[in-house]
């Protein structure tokens, strides 16, 4: 009986893991296509320079 639980408890970790890292992708996704749309997205600041939507 035992083992038969491991075997459900790995199972249910892996169908865990497995549905977080296709989410966590996704989210990397998202993020990675607004980083490019703001690293693309400038205006022209203080004396004919190029700054960007964010501060780094």
Do not use: N, Q
């Not at 083992?3 to 459900?8: I, K, Y």
């Amino acid at each position: 009986m035992i083992p038969l639980l491991l075997v459900l408890l790995v199972i249910l970790i892996l169908f865990g893991a497995g549905f977080a890292l296709d989410v966590l992708w996704w989210l990397a996704l998202a993020l990675l296509i607004v980083w490019i749309i703001g690293f693309f997205s400038t205006r022209a600041g203080p004396g004919g320079g190029r700054t960007r939507w964010y501060r780094w």
